[in-house]
């Protein structure tokens, strides 16, 4: 399914997460760990709302920084929103250095999380156990 412009130009890319959280109606609950590859596993690129309501950080070389908002509650023409950034560097290390800001409140980049109860790296951020 397309993803769908939101219609407002965001100067910074905390306008555009303001954005995003405001249109999912809610805080975020927990971080939304990365699951590409070798671009970013074990690194939160977002937070959910919800299990169904979520946004991520993401950089592509033709849409550029952008926001990616999710919410399967929605209906399906509506549950993919783009939120550009328009005044961000074309490159990205802005949304890396985000990823590892927020990664360190979580745990250890590349690692994930230390779990307390199975004392293992969780690069999900989740204890399979």
């Not at 023409?77 to 490159?91: E, I, P, R």
Request: charged share 20%.
């Amino acid at each position: 399914m397309a993803e769908i412009p939101c219609g407002k130009e965001h100067p910074t890319i905390e306008d555009a997460i303001h954005h995003a959280r405001t249109n999912l109606g809610g805080n975020d609950v927990e971080p939304y760990w990365g699951s590409m590859g070798i671009i970013n596993p074990g690194r939160v690129v977002g937070y959910q709302v919800s299990a169904r309501k979520r946004w991520r950080l993401d950089f592509d070389p033709v849409k550029g920084v952008h926001v990616n908002e999710e919410n399967f509650d929605a209906p399906p023409s509506q549950q993919k929103v783009l939120h550009t950034v328009k005044h961000a560097v074309m490159s990205d290390v802005q949304v890396r250095l985000y990823w590892n800001k927020w990664t360190s409140r979580y745990g250890t980049p590349g690692l994930g999380i230390l779990c307390r109860k199975c004392d293992n790296w969780h690069a999900s951020g989740r204890c399979p156990f």
